[in-house]
T-cell receptor
Framework: DTGVSQNPRHKITKRGQNVTFRCDPI?????LYWYRQTLGQGPEFLTY????????KSRLLSDRFSAERPKGSFSTLEIQRTEQGDSAMYLC????????????FGQGTRLTVV | AQRVTQPEKLLSVFKGAPVELKCNYS??????LFWYVQYSRQRLQLLLR??SRESIKGFTADLNKGETSFHLKKPFAQEEDSAMYYC????????????FGAGTILRVKS
């Protein structure tokens, strides 16, 4: 599968623990996006990178959340001191920079905080 | 503010019946509109975009700027169309990030 890859697919963690997710985009894509999806809702934008630069962060991204994309390749999303409200599907997508271009999504990481 | 509204959570139709999934948006500027689809146990994927003005799997969508709508239509539903459908918008001034509606489940009954 040469599409967007996310790991792990599922993560169960205790409240207060830190978790880190990884996203490997399609290799030639210079844009990488993180979204969060809760039950009954569409994906909500969290942040995006153009190459290694993080260009925008949503208000949804509290200071417990941090994302990186070293060297403009894979990206990690870390959540510190997890809360039950962080339970959601975390989706990664990548695209080329051109406008109106298709975003390709990964299969997501489902986080459950108990 | 950017917003996408999909008023129906569930649309259930019989095979062969016409389908219309509604989408309304609010956006300041010139938006780019998309329909994404998620089949059972598969990843979210692009179905069509307004700028292409194409028909994919028999689906079409016309951007109506006066009514700020981008409804998805298909004249004859097939069972394999059963899926979750998301309307989304983006814009160059917003880094091409997508703003999604809440989604509509389409169930096609035999």
């Amino acid at each position: 599968d040469t599409g967007v890859s996310q790991n792990p697919r599922h993560k169960i963690t205790k409240r207060g623990q830190n978790v880190t997710f990884r996203c490997d985009p399609i290799s030639e894509h210079n844009r990488l996006y993180w979204y969060r999806q809760t039950l009954g809702q569409g994906p909500e934008f969290l942040t995006y990178f153009q190459n290694e630069a993080q260009l925008e962060k949503s208000r949804l991204l509290s200071d417990r959340f941090s994302a990186e994309r070293p060297k403009g390749s894979f990206s990690t999303l870390e959540i510190q001191r997890t809360e039950q409200g962080d339970s959601a599907m975390y989706l990664c997508a990548s695209s080329l920079e051109a406008s109106n271009t298709e975003a390709f999504f990964g299969q997501g990481t489902r986080l459950t905080v108990v | 503010a950017q917003r996408v509204t999909q008023p129906e959570k569930l649309l259930s139709v019989f095979k062969g019946a016409p389908v219309e999934l509604k989408c309304n948006y609010s956006y300041s500027g010139s938006p780019e509109l998309f329909w994404y689809v998620q089949y059972s146990r598969q990843r979210l994927q692009l179905l069509l975009r307004h700028i292409s003005r194409e028909s994919i799997k028999g689906f079409t969508a016309d951007l109506n700027k006066g009514e700020t709508s981008f409804h998805l239509k298909k004249p004859f539903a097939q069972e394999e169309d059963s899926a979750m459908y998301y309307c989304a918008l983006s814009g160059r001034s917003y880094g091409n990030k997508l703003v999604f509606g809440a989604g509509t489940i389409l169930r096609v009954k035999s």
